[in-house]
């Protein structure tokens, strides 16, 4: 784990925040909880996301699409899922994380996150963007 990665992981354990990105001086820190941060950032800060490393608390196939995208350098994630994993490793991203499963469950807990729903079968990063820069 880089020193830059480090810093965004004690600021999101420290800090209350569900996503840290962290590039150079350059942090970006939401308490924000879902993709809704993240989706935000690559909508209005794209610029920051590349090279940048990210912390955030849940990481699915949904997220790990969109830090593809975005040229992450590297990322942790409190839970990460299975999913998550080959999209990460196929861009060459760097990934730590505290607790794998097998996928992200929904608000309810009762079924598969709605996001990760609308990329099972994805695995182009572009068109996930499309799909969640359009809802």
Known sequence: MTDELQKAV?????SGCAIVVANGEKVIASAETSLKPLIEIVKTSPEILRGAAVADKIVGKAAALLLVHSGVREVYAEILSDFAVPVLERAGIQ????????FIKNRAGDDTC????????IDDPETAVSIFLNL
């Open 10 to 14: 004690s600021k999101l354990h420290d």
């Open 95 to 102: 990934y730590h994380y505290n607790k794998k499963v097998p």
């Open 114 to 121: 709605p996001m990760e729903k609308k990329v099972l079968y």
